[in-house]
């Protein structure tokens, strides 16, 4: 069976720290370009951060940038995102993504909206109090 499980979610005060992970089981994961999705009440789903099947391509939302890292372990089956700096405009359901025709981190983050991605987890929340 396949499946994306996020965790790590919660609350936090403005400048605090989360880090989320997301773990996949069912699919050959070194295979696929893993993103980190998020969603706001009221608002549209938005790329944060994704990562490809190799080290070195990634992509990071310019709102994001100096605050989130995204990294994968292959050999564990599993992307985190550390969030540093916390704003409480970064309060959402987050999300993880997994497609294997997708090639680049940053085709993965901006193209969410257009293509249907493989796998999606069911989200954790994230709250950030001012």
């Known amino acids: 069976q396949v499946q994306l499980v996020e965790s790590g979610g919660g609350l936090v005060q403005a400048g605090g720290s989360l880090r989320l992970s997301c773990a996949a089981s069912g699919f050959t994961w070194d295979y696929y370009t893993i993103g980190w999705f998020r969603q706001a009440p009221g608002k549209e789903r938005e790329g944060v951060s994704c990562i490809g099947s190799y080290d070195g391509d990634t992509y990071l939302s310019d709102s994001m940038k100096g605050r989130f890292t995204i990294s994968r372990d292959n050999a564990k089956n599993t992307v985190s995102l550390q969030m540093n700096s916390l704003k409480p405009e970064d309060t959402a359901v987050y999300y993880c993504?997994?497609?294997?025709?997708?090639?680049?981190?940053?085709?993965?983050?901006?193209?969410?909206?257009?293509?249907?991605?493989?796998?999606w987890g069911q989200g954790t929340q994230v709250t950030v109090s001012s």
């Open positions: 993504a997994a497609d294997r025709a997708i090639t680049t981190a940053h085709a993965m983050c901006v193209m969410n909206k257009i293509l249907k991605y493989d796998y």
